[in-house]
T-cell receptor, first 107, second 116 residues
């Protein structure tokens, strides 16, 4: 079955800096890669997703890149703000999640 | 106008008890899920139902029994609760088609279960 590895487990950045979270997956047949943001005490919420027919997708300060050959995908957050602080999860084929990255943006 | 709702939000109970968590979605989705999030924040799929039929049943003790009375509801019943069942349980839903690509999951707010 699919296995997803996510790094780093914790990430601390200064406000305004960029943050990058990386994930690798094992099943080359996987075609859908969502990213979720989970704020304290809440359920995960989709922030961006990418399908295997594209290599990059951007939505304002958030972008995701996908390298199908290497089986890895990354989340990029630019101009980070304190409200970006949360736990971020990657997933492959929607149901297999990485172990999460706790992002802290320091003012 | 909550999309996916769960009750209760908190559940504290003794070992050996039986308890249920309810989930409802008003999005008209045909697929619903239960996830378990442990103390390390690891999210793991437990069950998936499509149109009231079980389609995914991961390695979960048979003390856990999901029940879907209709497309909008997926309840989770847990028998003989154990300490290790303590976690946050999330319900989610999505709209899946027979041919369409996979679509966004909408998660509920979670139910924090504490077994004493």
């Amino acid at each position: 079955g699919e296995n997803v590895e996510q790094h780093p487990s914790t990430l601390s950045v200064q406000e305004g800096d960029s943050a990058v979270i990386k994930c690798t997956y094992s099943d080359s047949a996987s075609n859908y890669f969502p990213w979720y943001k989970q704020e304290l005490g809440k359920g995960p919420q989709l922030i961006i997703d990418i399908r295997s027919n594209v290599g990059e997708k951007k939505d304002q300060r958030i972008a995701v890149t996908l390298n199908k050959t290497a089986k890895h995908f990354s989340l990029h957050i630019t101009e980070t703000q304190p409200e970006d602080s949360a736990v971020y999860f990657c997933a492959a084929e929607k149901l297999v999640f990485g172990k999460g990255t706790k992002l802290t943006v320091n003012p | 106008d909550t999309a996916v709702s769960q009750t209760p939000k908190y559940l504290v109970t003794q070992m050996g008890n039986d308890k249920s968590i309810k989930c409802e979605q008003n999005l008209g989705h045909d697929t619903m899920y239960w996830y378990k999030q442990d103390s390390k924040k690891f999210l793991k799929i437990m069950f998936s139902y499509n149109n009231k039929e079980l389609i995914i049943n991961e390695t979960v003790p048979n003390r856990f029994s999901p029940k879907s009375p209709d497309k909008a509801h997926l309840n989770l019943h847990i028998n003989s609760l154990e300490l290790g069942d303590s976690a946050v349980y999330f319900c989610a839903s999505s709209q899946e088609g027979t041919v369409a690509p996979q679509n966004e999951q909408f998660f509920g707010p979670g139910t924090r279960l504490t077994v004493l």
